[in-house]
């Protein structure tokens, strides 16, 4: 089955600087990849998602990137800012397990100001 | 006000009982999931159903039941076998599988056995 392993577990970086967190998947069938936020003391909500025919996708100050050779996707926030401290968790499914989102460990990440 | 609805908020159970989390969605969706977390070790499928009176084993089963007579509504029971209950446990739904679009979450049921 499909096994998703996420770095770094806890990442904290300066107001203004990049974070990037890494997820590798073992099931070369996935072809659904979400990254879900969680703030604290709140639920789990999608801020950007990949399919496997997609390389990249942006959204503002949000990118995810793909590589399905090596099996391991991506998530890049820019500029980071306060609000950004959070829980983030990369996800994948395999296109014939449609109902089975398997998640990473998660990273936590704090944006200090 | 659609959403996704869990109860209780907080569940304390003594060792030997089986206890049902409620999740009830009215958002129409037909795919829902049974999530745990843990420190450390993010969110691990305990169960998923794609369609009413039908669903699967996660990743991590052993010790749980679920059910799925109505398309709202998908109870989680976690019986005595489960060996390490203690654990917050979220309930979420999409509109058809998970690989079609957004999972939207409960705001969760934490349980602790004393």
């Known amino acids: 089955g499909e096994n998703v392993e996420q770095h770094p577990s806890t990442l904290s970086v300066q107001e203004g600087d990049s974070a990037v967190i890494k997820c590798t998947y073992s099931?070369?069938?996935?072809?659904?990849f979400p990254w879900y936020k969680q703030e604290l003391g709140k639920r789990p909500q999608l801020i950007i998602d990949i399919r496997s025919n997609v390389g990249e996708k942006k959204d503002q100050r949000i990118a995810v990137t793909l590589n399905k050779t090596a099996k391991h996707f991506s998530l890049h926030i820019t500029e980071t800012q306060p609000e950004d401290s959070a829980v983030y968790f990369c996800a994948a499914t395999p296109y014939n397990q449609g109902g089975k989102l398997i998640f990473g460990q998660g990273t936590e990440l704090s944006v200090k100001p | 006000d659609g959403g996704i609805t869990q109860s209780p908020k907080y569940l304390f159970r003594k060792e030997g009982q089986n206890v049902t989390l409620s999740c009830e969605q009215n958002l129409n969706h037909d795919a829902m999931y049974w999530y745990r977390q843990d420190p450390g070790q993010g969110l691990r499928l305990i169960y998923y159903s794609q369609i009413v009176n039908d669903f699967q084993k996660g990743d991590i089963a052993e010790g749980y039941s679920v059910s799925r007579e109505k398309k709202e509504s998908f109870p989680l029971t976690v019986t005595s076998a489960q060996k390490n209950p203690t654990a917050f446990y979220l309930c979420?739904?999409?509109?058809?599988?998970?690989?079609?679009?957004?999972?939207?979450f409960g705001e969760g049921s934490r349980l602790t056995v004393l």
């Open positions: 099931d070369s069938a996935s072809n659904y």
């Open positions: 979420a739904s999409s509109m058809t599988g998970a690989n079609t679009g957004e999972l939207f």
